[in-house]
Antibody
Framework: EVQLVESGGGLVQPGGSLRLSCAAS????????MHWVRQAPGKGLVWVSR????????SQAASVKGRLSISRDNAKNTLFLQMDGLRAEDTAMYYCVREGLSGTVPNDSFDVWGQGTMVIVSP | QSVLTQPPSASGTPGQRVTISCSGSFSNIGNNHVYWYQQLPGTAPKLLIY???QRPSGVPDRFSGSKSGTSASLAISGLRSEDEADYYC???????????FGPGTKVTVL
């Protein structure tokens, strides 16, 4: 079964740090670009960051650039999100997301989602 | 403010057809594919439509997507109670160099 399982969320003070993990199983992790998407309570979806298959290229939303950093360990089938300088507006459910393939080429579709891990930034 | 625009809500009775619009600009919808996601209450989103019109395996053919210029639409025909959910459109934005989502449309089955 194709699965993404996030962990590492919790309550953190403003200015603090947190590291989210996402364990992938049931597919060849190293074949897929991966993303983080977040959703504040009662709000819509917001794309956060993307990483290519080998981890050499990443991109982030402007709102998180310099504070949230995506990385991956293909040997351990795990995706990470290092979160530093956290702000109240970072409070959200964070979803680990797989980008689909058309053949061997990433196709911009978010075809597998994890169940999410909640991050709360509060004093 | 979302880069993509969707109506906040839509509704219909069982069996009816409901259409949700998604409006953008050349840098996103106009120059890239559109994707639609369904989020049932309390669950993670699910891919519903990819590359404007394609349905992943397992998605009923009651769901269909279309795109014209800088706008796209999701149609749900034969509306069922289990279709009550939030629906989001999404696309890559060349100007922002990132993915953008619409604000979501809540579909209610009356």
């Amino acid at each position: 079964e194709v699965q993404l399982v996030e962990s590492g969320g919790g309550l953190v003070q403003p200015g603090g740090s947190l590291r989210l993990s996402c364990a992938a199983s049931g597919f060849t992790f190293s074949d897929h670009w991966m993303h983080w998407v977040r959703q504040a309570p009662g709000k819509g979806l917001v794309w956060v960051s993307r990483i290519t298959t080998d981890g050499r290229s990443t991109s982030q939303a402007a709102s998180v650039k310099g504070r949230l950093s995506i990385s991956r360990d293909n040997a351990k089938n795990t995706l990470f999100l290092q979160m530093d300088g956290l702000r109240a507006e970072d409070t959200a459910m964070y979803y680990c997301v797989r980008e689909g393939l058309s053949g061997t080429v990433p196709n911009d579709s978010f075809d597998v989602w994890g169940q999410g891990t909640m991050v709360i930034v509060s004093p | 403010q979302s880069v993509l625009t969707q109506p906040p809500s839509a509704s219909g009775t069982p069996g009816q057809r409901v259409t949700i619009s998604c409006s953008g600009s050349f840098s996103n919808i106009g120059n890239n594919h559109v994707y639609w996601y369904q989020q049932l209450p309390g669950t993670a989103p699910k891919l519903l439509i990819y590359r404007n019109t394609q349905r992943p395996s397992g998605v009923p053919d009651r769901f269909s997507g279309s795109k014209s210029g800088t706008s796209a639409s999701l149609a749900i025909s034969g509306l069922r109670s289990e279709d009550e959910a939030d629906y989001y459109c999404a696309a890559w934005d060349d100007s922002l160099s990132g993915y953008v989502f619409g604000p979501g449309t809540k579909v209610t089955v009356l």
